[in-house]
Structures are given as C-alpha cells and as structure tokens.
C-alpha cells in the first residue's frame, strides 16, 4: 500500500469513527428515557387502534391482546416519565397516526416492534443507565423489557394460530405495577418483575 493509499484508508477511518461518534453522541439515560417514553406511548396508541381493526375483522382475541398489550405500554410511558420527571425534565412524545393494515399484518408490524425493544432497544439503554449509575432508569427499562418479551411470544403464538384466535375467549393480565402480560391462564401469585401481588393484575378481555 503506498502512501496515498494509506492516507485514503487513513482518512475513511477516521469519517467513519466520526460519524458514528456523532450517533451515539448525547445519548444519554435522558436521552434514551425520552426516546422510551415516545416509543411507548406510540405503541399504546397503535395498539388501541390494532384492536379496532382486529375486532371489525373478527378477531376477537388477538382485540383482547392488543387491547392488553396497549395498557401495559401506557403504564411502561408512565414509569419512563417519572423517571423523566426526577431528572429535571418533561416527557414528551409526538403521536404519530397507526398504520392500520390487516390483523395478520399488524401482528408482523408489532412482532417486529417488540422484538426489537427487547434484543436491541432496551439492553443498550440498561446499559447505559448501569453506566450512569440511574437505578430508576434501569428498573423502568429492565420492567419494559420484561413485558416486551412476553408481548413478542403472545404475538408469535398469535400468528402461529391466527384462526384460532378468532372466537372470543382468550383473556389477559396486565401488572399494574410494571406492565408485565400474561394469559389469564397463567396469571402468577405474584409478579415475577416487580413481586407485586396477583391482585395488581387487571383482566383484560
């Protein structure tokens, strides 16, 4: 390599160390609690609106998860922001309108959603909020991501059975506490995120 080369390489390196120091730049415990707090409060939103349509599509228990799933991300919103709140500052998020397609469809687009909030999103900000030494961040955080992985098997199990999730029937649970979901079937003595007992789980149906 002679040396215009090793200048060439020398100076791509050095672009690209930039750019990526510039998108991880000011990602703070903040920074990623108000990104949190946007996306939640989002999937409740989309959520609600997944519900709707699976219902006018006569899927009456993928509406039941959808409508559980979408109060356990209100509560998730709830926890970022007082989380939010201690460091000084305002949660705020931007509602953007639901991209509402078919039942099947919306399945994919939220499977696809949690499944990247519990192996990408959220481990990056537990770690920086370890880091930052936030507790509260990183029980917010470690709650969520909790819930998210139990979302993502409901809405596997869900497409995997999509007709037979059509009659009414399946029944949900939602820790009030921390937002952890379960079956009805499986509802547990007591959380397993948060330890709250079994009377902080509200049915969903």
């Known amino acids: 390599m002679n040396t215009m080369q090793l200048a060439t390489v020398t ?3 050095c672009l690209l160390s930039w750019a990526h120091a510039a998108e ?3 990602k703070s ?4 609690l108000q990104a949190a707090f946007a996306g939640e409060s989002n999937a409740q939103s989309k959520y609600t609106a997944f519900a709707v349509k699976a219902d006018e599509e006569g899927y009456k228990s993928v509406a039941a998860l959808f409508r559980a799933t979408a109060m356990s991300e ?4 709830k926890k970022h922001a007082a989380a939010i709140k201690k460091l000084g500052a305002e949660a705020q998020a931007v509602i953007a309108k639901a991209d509402v397609k078919s039942t099947k469809e919306n399945l994919e687009a939220a499977l696809a959603g949690e499944t990247h909030e519990k192996d990408s999103m959220y481990p ?4 920086v909020a370890t880091a930052e030494k936030n507790k509260q961040a990183v029980r917010s955080f470690q709650g969520a991501m909790a819930a998210e992985v139990e979302h993502a098997k409901l809405y596997a199990q869900a497409l995997a059975e999509l007709d037979a999730w059509k ?4 029944e949900f649970v939602v820790c009030q506490i921390c937002g952890y979901t379960a079956s009805l079937n499986n509802t547990p003595l007591k959380c397993p995120v948060c330890a709250a007992p079994k009377e902080k789980f509200t049915p969903v149906k």
Do not use: C, M, Q, S
Not at 29 to 32: A, K, P, Q, V
Not at 74 to 77: F, L, N, Q, T
């Open 11 to 13: 100076a791509t390196l």
């Open 24 to 26: 991880t730049a000011g």
């Open 29 to 32: 415990t903040l920074d990623n």
């Open 74 to 77: 209100g509560i998730h919103a």
């Open 124 to 127: 990056e900000f537990i770690k």
């Open 167 to 170: 009659p009414a029937g399946k």
